[in-house]
């Protein structure tokens, strides 16, 4: 079948890299992708956010397939715009409606949905710039450090967590009156700061039957030690070595299972996948967030670990047949460091040529802010390159990653040297 994949970042690498290998594909096309993906497949220029571009170029180039990697284009509708012309009604596509995609698209109603259906998370409440003295009330009856997070989509980067009353009231004003996140930030939720540590469960669905994927552990901090201001991620590790079968039990009995019948109740149609942002909570999970695609570069080590046809779940995630679906795993753990432009998630520069791509290497190098010019492949974005490496010891895979970012050079290239490394202890 000829698929079409949406995105640009390197966990679209990471599925078309996937993808490629499947004897059901016969044509890759990446909408923009990057100068990974063009290793994988052939990149198209099409604005994604562009629906009649999108439809056209799936019409012209009968495309059977089309995956939705990034969040926007489904917060905005396109499965429900493709799903509507007849022209393109047929096309089997991997990623929500609009209305699903609102668990991702609004963190009020992610946190309605979850209340609705016991699906335990943080205590919350909602404010918008006519009731922000209320939201400054609210402040003051929890306790610290307090977590404050724009109601839309903000790249990742729309939570910020606070230690002091002041900069927390301080933090809402920015965020409300003068609108820190543009229009994310219109409406803001302030919920209790759970304490515990963070995990990543991923679930393939067709709206009614689903198979559970590796799970990970994403590091956002851009600073050593979960230090520094909140970045799209810097790294990853998969198996997540606290999340074991106990655990597991109860994510899959407490919160996969309500979160998957809420959606049937709610009749949301949800053929695509389901990322779990949870914090274990001694032992116990509670949900901090819900993502409507797979995450990035939770991508990087979640998708490498995957040893079954990935296309053929797609295709059985998109016909409502994925019980008759057998995933397979890779047992060897995956470790992904990330290569970032020096100043970033704050301002800056790209456009400098990337060296030592084709160091020998048993890695994966999953391309993100990176693409040719001039035959040359150059920065364009604040994260670079996903180095990810596997092993049966995860001491192993977390050398192999970092020894393989001293050899790829950019100028200004930054990295955290300790991701995984909090997991050995």
């Known amino acids: 079948m000829n698929i079409l994949l949406l995105g640009s970042g390197g966990r679209e690498h990471a599925l078309a890299w996937k993808i490629e290998q499947s004897p059901l594909c016969s044509r890759l096309f990446i909408a923009p992708g990057n100068a990974g993906t063009q290793l994988c497949g052939t990149n198209v220029q099409l604005n994604i956010n562009d629906f009649d571009a999108v439809a056209g170029f799936v019409v012209e180039n009968n495309i059977h397939m089309v995956v939705v990697g990034p969040e926007d284009p489904l917060v905005n509708g396109i499965t429900d715009f493709l799903k509507q012309k007849p022209e393109t009604k047929n096309v089997l596509i991997i990623g929500p409606g609009k209305i699903g995609a609102q668990l ?48 839309g989509l903000a790249a990742g980067k729309g939570v910020v967590i606070v230690n002091s009353l002041d900069g927390a009231i301080d933090t809402l004003k920015q965020m409300l009156k003068n609108k820190a996140f543009g229009k994310a930030s219109e409406k803001v939720v302030i919920e209790e700061f759970l304490d515990g540590i963070e995990i990543s469960v991923f679930v393939a669905t067709d709206g009614k039957n689903w198979v559970l994927l590796p799970e990970a552990k994403d590091y956002k901090r851009i600073g050593e030690g979960d230090t520094g201001p909140n970045t799209g991620g810097m790294g990853a590790v998969s198996p997540v070595p606290f999340a074991d079968t106990e655990f597991i039990e109860k994510v899959k009995s407490g919160i996969i299972q309500p979160t998957m019948d809420g959606l049937m109740k709610e009749n949301i149609d949800y053929k695509g996948f389901i990322f779990f942002g949870l914090m274990n909570v001694n032992g116990d999970p509670f949900v901090i967030e819900y ?15 995957i040893n079954s046809d990935l296309v053929n ?25 990330m290569l970032v432009s020096g100043g970033y998630p704050e301002s800056y520069e790209k456009g400098f040529e990337i060296s030592g791509l084709d160091s020998p290497h048993d890695s994966l190098l999953f391309y993100a802010g990176a693409k040719e010019k001039d035959g040359k492949t150059i920065t364009s974005g604040g994260r670079v390159i996903a180095v990810t490496s596997l092993h049966n010891d995860m001491r192993k895979a977390i050398e192999m990653s970092l020894s393989i970012t001293h050899k790829i050079d950019f100028a200004h290239k930054f990295f955290r040297t300790d991701i995984g490394k909090d997991l050995l202890k």
């Open 313 to 337: 779940m797609m295709q059985h995630m998109a016909l409502g047949t994925l019980n008759e679906y057998v995933i397979e795993l890779c047992p060897q753990f995956a470790v992904t460091v």
């Open 104 to 151: 991702e698209g609004s963190k009020e109603f992610a946190k309605e949905f979850m209340k609705k259906y016991d699906i335990p998370t943080a205590a919350y409440r909602s404010f918008t710039t006519e009731t922000y003295e209320e939201g400054v009330d609210f402040l003051e009856t929890l306790k610290p450090p307090y977590v404050l997070k724009a109601d």
């Open 291 to 305: 993502n409507v695609r797979m995450g990035d570069p939770e991508a990087e080590v979640v998708i490498p670990r």
